[in-house]
């Protein structure tokens, strides 16, 4: 909930034959529970091939959509393999329970579906179960969180945690670069995970390309309502003055945004992340703190069916030379703000 530019406006989807370099990986959580369907911009988006070729069934397993990014990307799936007329989905009910989501995996080995999208609850404890399906002769494309080893997926695709902080860092330098002595302070997610740290890791990296800007201060939440709005209150109390802050992502940022505007802070701007509705509409309103946020895609779901469609058919991907798909993708961490908040708006999630 997974680089280096203020971004271009487009570069999400492989459908539309545009692949975006990047580096690091995993995604967001929580166990904030979420019971609106999210939007999916995968309905609007532009297919790979709309030619009909060979029939292709999908088996699709994820973890319980216990957030908003989740069932988003539930939602992007689906809708993406109604546009083809090729493609069967066989979609599990999704766990949070690693032996849970194994064998749920393993029931769609044994129904020898053509090609599997995973996104793991836990990559390294799904592994097996990866390699079991390579080995069964069933390609794997290993959605976002990493398995432990390249031999248990022929393709990766994810998103960009240490893009989503340099781009979060650049924005907010950007902004500042002529301000004397300006503050900043981060609202992070859990500390134990690896994607925290990168996020943290790119954007004290951006901010080192700024010499007067300094961060005051970092409070760790838990990628929920609750536990943003009880961090920002402490943030808040502990820090009387500052001028810019980056939340890690847009679930707890509405819990950020009441402990905000119970203080009747409105001196400092806020940038999120992962590319919530919400965000993007207190965006497009301009009548608040929030002025950004920096996109984790839920719409690599919709990109992952297109690549294992690819795969089940034996192609490469529209707008590439190569006669087989990349064995990894890295999505850009694009920067949302009121200019291009209207491109934008398709892919924000409930």
Same mark, same amino acid.
């Given at each position: ?48 091939? &709309? ?153 004290? &990296? ?136 209207? &491109? ?7």
């Amino acid at each position: 909930m997974p680089e280096s530019r203020i971004p271009s406006r487009r570069g999400l989807l492989l459908g539309s034959a545009a692949v975006s370099a990047g580096a690091l990986l995993t995604a967001c959580t929580s166990n904030e529970p979420k019971n609106q369907a999210a939007p999916s911009a995968a309905g609007n988006a532009p297919v790979a091939d &709309d030619k009909p070729g060979r029939p292709v069934t999908i088996g699709f397993a994820g973890p319980q959509a216990d957030h908003g990014w989740l069932n988003a990307i539930n939602q992007n799936a689906k809708d993406r393999a109604k546009k083809y007329a090729d493609v069967t989905l066989e979609i599990t009910e999704g766990s949070n329970d690693t032996a849970a989501q194994i064998g749920q995996i393993q029931t769609l080995i044994n129904k020898k579906v053509d090609v599997l999208v995973i996104l793991p609850a836990d990559g390294k404890a799904l592994t097996q179960v990866g390699l079991q399906a390579m080995a069964a002769g069933i390609p794997v494309v290993n959605l976002d969180r990493v398995f432990g080893s390249p031999q248990a997926y022929r393709c990766w695709i994810g998103g960009d945690n240490y893009g989503m902080g340099l781009n979060a860092g650049r924005y907010i330098g950007e902004q500042l670069k002529d301000k004397p002595n300006a503050k900043v302070v981060e609202l992070a997610g859990l500390d134990n995970l690896e994607l925290t740290k990168q996020r943290s890791q790119g954007f004290d &990296d951006a901010l080192k390309n700024y010499p007067n800007i300094t961060k005051v201060a970092r409070q760790a939440a838990e990628f929920t309502v609750e536990s943003g709005q009880a961090k920002m209150a402490q943030l808040l109390q502990a820090q009387l003055q500052f001028d810019a802050l980056w939340n890690h992502d847009d679930d707890q940022g509405v819990g950020a945004l009441r402990a905000i505007a119970q203080a009747g802070r409105k001196d400092f701007l806020m940038v999120g992340g992962a590319g919530a509705k919400s965000a993007m509409d207190a965006i497009k309103a301009d009548d608040g703190v929030l002025k950004a946020t920096v996109l984790y895609p839920p719409t690599m779901a919709a990109s992952a069916i297109d690549l294992a469609r690819a795969l089940g058919q034996g192609k490469g991907i529209g707008g590439m030379a190569e006669l087989e798909i990349p064995s990894s993708v890295t999505l850009y961490s694009a920067v949302v703000t009121r200019d291009n908040v209207g &491109d934008y708006l398709p892919t924000g999630f409930n």
